[in-house]
Structures are given as C-alpha cells and as structure tokens.
Nanobody, 117 residues
C-alpha cells in the first residue's frame, strides 16, 4: 500500500513562508499529476496547485504568484513553496497523486498550516 507522508506545516505569521513536502513510500507507475489541496474549517476541500507528469502547473487564483509547486522525481517527492502567506491560507493541506489507468487517487494524511495575523 502506498503512503504519502507530508511534512513542513506549522504556525507562521502573515507574510511569512513555509515549504510543504510530500514523499511517496514507493514508486507509483501511471501517475498523471501530483498536487496539493486544502480544507479550512467548515469549508470544502479545494485545489491549491497541481503539476502534471509533463511539468505543467496549475494554481488556484487565490495563490497565484505566492505559491510554487515542484517535484523531485528522484526523491519521489512533491513540494509546495508558500510565500507571502495570509490568514486565509490557514487550512489542513493534503498531498494528492492522481493516476489515470486505472483511475485512482492517493491522499496524504494532511498537515496543518496556520497563519496568524
């Protein structure tokens, strides 16, 4: 069973930075994309950023210009660099790996990010 292990969350002041990491426990074949999602209290889980196998990236409008997603295939790891953090970025952040054949989603356990004003 594949496990996605996230790290890097924590408490930071507004304007600060954090870097999230997500390492897969083994190589996964057939990956279409890797990504980060977040869920704030009382809200639905939402997409933050994704990166395809080809390297194309996609960001939520709310984080464009502040967050950067990247990956290191040799380390089987995806990162989310978060700069200029705002209190509204406070949420539990989840790592995701999406496969197409067969269609399947792997999820991490989540890491808390709290931005104080």
């Amino acid at each position: 069973q594949v496990q996605l292990v996230e790290s890097g969350g924590g408490l930071v002041q507004a304007g600060g930075s954090l870097r999230l990491s997500c390492a897969a426990s083994r190589i996964i074949f057939g990956i279409n994309s890797r990504g980060w999602y977040r869920q704030a209290p009382g809200k639905q889980r939402e997409l933050v950023a994704t990166i395809t196998n080809g390297g194309s990236t996609n960001y939520a409008d709310s984080v464009k210009g502040r967050f950067t997603i990247s990956r290191d295939n040799a380390k089987n790891t995806v990162y989310l660099q978060m700069d200029s953090l705002k209190p509204e970025d406070t949420a539990v952040y989840y790592c995701n790996i999406h496969k197409l054949v067969p269609t399947y989603d792997y999820w991490g356990q989540g890491t808390q990010v709290t931005v104080s004003s």
